[in-house]
């Protein structure tokens, strides 16, 4: 092959990975165990210069994700975090198993399972951090959250 073919083959496959099928997985069994708003508080009351003004808060979810659909077959399955207008937003969480802990930001995804679908249904406990630019936090504002599968090739 020879280096004028090769060099535009190079700069495709990033565009084949990219060209990865996602499906939206149903989350919504899944619980949040506190109600109300996500209670925040300033990460310090004045920052050293060049800080960011941030806020943090911390919520336990029950994740329960319907892979049925994908039983028996081998993927990854992301969570994703939606842009919020007043970003940046960062989330954080530990898990219990079989969910990966991670961390995300508002406008990506995260990976937090890799395998065979051995089940209907994937649980975990998330322990999530929330964290917030202050000075960009006017008003409460949703967070949404949600989980997409991604197959593994045959």
Do not use: H
Not at 36 to 55: E, I, N, Y
Not at 60 to 72: E, I, K, N, S, T
Not at 100 to 106: E, I, N, Q, S
């Amino acid at each position: 092959m020879n280096a004028r073919l090769l060099l535009p083959l190079l700069f495709a496959l990033p565009c084949f990975a990219a060209m990865a099928q996602t499906f939206p997985v149903d989350d919504s069994a899944s619980q949040v165990l506190e109600s109300g708003p996500l209670k925040m508080r300033w990460d310090s009351l004045v920052p050293k210069p060049g800080q960011p003004s941030t806020m943090t808060g911390q919520v336990v979810v029950l994740v329960r994700l319907d892979v049925a659909q994908w039983r028996g077959r081998r993927g990854r399955i992301y969570q994703r975090l939606a842009s919020v207008p007043n970003g940046p937003v960062t989330a954080v969480w530990a898990a219990n198993g079989p969910l990966l802990p991670g961390r995300v930001r508002d406008g990506e995804r995260a990976l937090v399972y890799s395998g065979a679908i051995a089940s209907e249904r994937i649980e975990d406990t998330f322990r999530l951090t929330i964290q917030a630019d202050g000075n960009r936090v006017l008003r409460p504002q949703d967070l949404n959250f949600s989980f997409e599968f991604e197959p593994e090739s045959p």
